[in-house]
């Protein structure tokens, strides 16, 4: 290592000293200021520490984020330049306890509008030259972000292809997607960071961990407008056909706030999810606590995976299993109570453990577990648990576990249709009856 280097805070655009300085220096030390820059690119052997009372800050200039070739919701296709893109590289270090801001508010303004107007074609030139770029995007499946009118907004740390990574300490806030979203990498830990968007921020993620192994999210804090940690392992026929699974990941001592799922599995399930332990987390406020989430045509192995000591308070329900998951398509045929046929798009769910977790205060329903008639959740075991629902809950329960084609259960209670499932001592506390039983249930 050459030694650090510290970079002026002066109003100025700082992204080619940056860059110039961690490929020579390999150290920069941002001290207390507003450093203004573009998409950054962090090399290989490279440390970028922002002390207390730095912040990072990324213009949200549009047309300064070029195409590059990545997955966005799961596809492989050409999306805009990730804020910090760490790619292909080894022994990489974000540290520090200042701020990483990515001016998310103009990226989510754009999604806003096309949604309220109901747009579904690209409207601008940079959409329109993304359309050319991706030219099957009609085809290719989404997850809401607007793939459809091809406004591919940049995540704002993206680990693609690289190995030996550490983000720790920072605060990192106002993504303008996806926030950090470790990609084809191995051994990377993401310590005591706190990530921050507002809850009506749309996709804009905490963590994705997608077709990646080896990572560790620990003592973190996060509070976004959509998923807070979630585990993805690429969409559609493109992920079924690159068939890179995301295994061994550890999530232990984290708080989620606000988000729409606490620890998240899915939707993009193409590949292999395995091997998964989040322990000792608190999910406060979220939409769900424990979700994981799928249908037809996602694809996947979701396998041995351990859920412990999770407290969940003021939730709409604290644990889904969802094979019905309606975002991002409109073909209702996917949501079809008979069996259909098992393909490479049929996603199967088995060795699911639940132990020692705890829920109150639930809005919606006590928890759902729905697998599919051709693809039963298998081996599903709940053991010294407590799902309580609220004796105010008036939230609409399709709503909170966001299925199609099921119909509405008859109380707020815990909902099983169409999978094995052991429970030893769980106390479900919502209103009659508390444990709702349906097609295909095999309890143990």
Same mark, same amino acid.
């Given at each position: ?25 390999? +150290? ?83 999604? =806003? ?31 809401? %972000? ?18 030996? $990574? ?19 990498? &191995? ?27 080896? $990572? ?30 995301? *295994?061994? $990941?550890?999530? *232990?001592?984290?708080?989620?706030? =606000?988000?729409?799922?606490?620890? $998240? ?10 091997? !998964? ?7 406060? %406020?979220?939409?769900?606590?424990? *979700? ?37 398509? &409109?073909?209702?045929? !996917?949501? =079809? !109570? ?93 209103? +009659? ?12």
């Amino acid at each position: 290592m050459a030694g650090n280097y510290e970079i002026a805070a002066d109003g100025t655009d700082v992204r080619e000293e940056l860059m110039r300085a961690l490929a020579e220096k390999h +150290e920069v030390v941002l001290k207390e200021g507003v450093y203004l820059t573009g998409p950054v690119v962090i090399p290989s052997d490279a440390r970028l520490v922002l002390e207390k009372g730095a912040v990072l800050r990324f213009i949200p200039d549009f047309t300064a984020y070029p195409p590059v070739f990545t997955r966005w919701e799961g596809v492989k296709c050409w999306a805009m330049h990730p804020c910090i893109y760490i790619n292909e590289a080894v022994n990489v270090t974000i540290t520090g306890e200042g701020t990483i801001d990515g001016s998310g508010k103009p990226w989510w303004d754009i999604v =806003s509008d096309r949604r309220q107007r109901g747009i579904r074609e690209p409207q601008s030139e940079l959409e329109k030259k993304f359309a050319q770029l991706n030219p099957d995007y009609r085809s290719q499946p989404g997850g809401g %972000g607007g793939r459809d009118y091809q406004f591919m907004r940049p995540p704002l740390i993206q680990i693609k292809n690289s190995r030996n $990574v550490v983000i720790e300490g920072v605060n990192i806030i106002n993504s303008p997607f996806w926030t950090i979203h470790p990609l084809f990498s &191995d051994n990377v830990v993401i310590r005591n960071v706190n990530i921050k968007n507002p809850y009506e921020a749309p996709n804009t993620d905490g963590i994705d961990i997608e077709s990646s192994s080896a $990572v560790k999210v620990l003592d973190s804090v996060v509070d976004v407008g959509d998923d807070g940690i979630a585990l993805k392992s690429g969409s559609g026929e493109d992920g079924i056909k690159d068939n890179i699974p995301t *295994r061994d $990941v550890v999530i *232990r001592g984290c708080t989620v706030r =606000s988000a729409h799922g606490g620890a $998240v599995i899915g939707s993009e399930t193409a590949a292999e999810i395995s091997d !998964l332990v989040v322990e000792d987390c608190f999910f406060d %406020g979220t939409d769900r606590g424990i *979700r994981i989430k799928s249908r037809r045509t996602r694809g996947g192995l979701i396998h041995d995976i351990v859920f412990r000591r999770i407290r969940m308070k003021d939730n709409l329900c604290p644990f889904v299993i969802n094979m019905y998951y309606r975002c991002g398509t &409109d073909d209702m045929s !996917l949501f =079809s !109570l008979d069996p259909l046929p098992v393909n490479s798009g049929t996603p199967r769910i088995y060795n699911v453990t639940i132990e020692d977790c705890h829920a109150e205060g639930s809005g919606a329903s006590a928890g759902m577990v729905v697998g599919l008639p051709e693809s039963p959740v298998g081996n599903l075991v709940i053991r010294n648990s407590y799902f309580g629902v609220s004796p105010d809950a008036d939230r609409p329960v399709s709503e909170s576990d966001m299925y199609n084609g099921l119909p509405d259960p008859p109380s707020r209670g815990f909902r099983i249709r169409n999978a094995e499932i052991r429970i030893d001592n769980l106390t479900v506390d919502s209103d +009659e009856p508390k444990i709702i039983a349906e097609n295909g249930v095999t309890l143990k």
